[in-house]
């Protein structure tokens, strides 16, 4: 069975066992009973009662520094986007091998169920679920609400240090069907209009070309603005205040007023690729779209020679 038929297997079968119309049938006491009919969010009563369940692994990513140290869920293992997950040298993501070792080092085995939360509504561990689901684990999971809804409920954090037995997960080759690529994807969308959905994520002053970044961030294009045809749903949007994720109506809602409604590919972008990973998961995860992450994003897109932009706020890079 490949992984795009198991995952539409799974999320049947969560959907009829939701239902009630597959009660008679026996169903592993490790799986959550996810937000949504989505297999792909747990829950933190879920999560408290498998801390110590062997076939559950969780992994924090997390951008403010030492975080974890100061305390983190139970049994947690830490992953840094800035060192882990992508490649240190090269602008690309981690390398397979690497990301097998980590991943093993992890206690993560092919059968795991693997659960990322971070700070900052689950921004770069939505990263962290991306990369994992580009290498071929197969349960990857969100905690709703990530970890700052876990500390304002009172739930517990430690400063113990997991020492989990390496596992045995084999990486499979990067899954293109979940990565976009200038070349390949982005730029063939561009030229033929409306062959796909393009989806920017970005703040409504980055995507119309008023600011090229958000205040303080490094990476930068020196042109401003949006790829043409793109649509504009910023991240935030499919959060609610707590962090946790709006309901599959309300996110089904905020895609179709925009004219997304995933009956064509779809590629969402941002500036590097992590705050659209978190739409990439929304997208692809819960509504079940076929979805691609460009994590090129617009610090490629914007600095590539001759790609068309759309700039409706005219801003020039180096004017006064």
Partial sequence: MN???SVRTKRVIAALVSVGLLAGISVNTAVAAPKNLARSVVQADWLEKNLDNPDVKIIEVSTEAGLYERGHIKNAVKLNWYTDLVEVVN????AGTRFQKLARAAGI???SIVVLYGDKNNWFAAWGAWIFNTYGIEDVRLLDGGRVKWEKDGRAF?????TPKDGN??????DKSVR???????LPAVRKKGSSDIVD????DEYSGKIFAPAGFQELAVRAGHIPGAVNVPWGSNVNTDGTFKTVAELKKLYSDKGIDGKKPIITYCRIGERSSLTWFVLSEILGYEVKNYDGSWTEYGNGVGNPISN?????????
């Fill in 312 to 320: 409706p706020a005219g801003t020039i890079w180096g004017a006064a």
């Fill in 158 to 162: 430690t400063t113990t240090v997991p």
């Fill in 109 to 111: 085995n092919k059968n």
């Fill in 201 to 204: 994520i970005r703040s409504a």
């Fill in 180 to 186: 976009a690529t200038l070349i390949r994807d982005v």
């Fill in 91 to 94: 602008r690309d993501i981690v």
């Fill in 169 to 174: 997960f084999v990486a499979t080759k990067a």
């Fill in 3 to 5: 992984k795009a038929v």
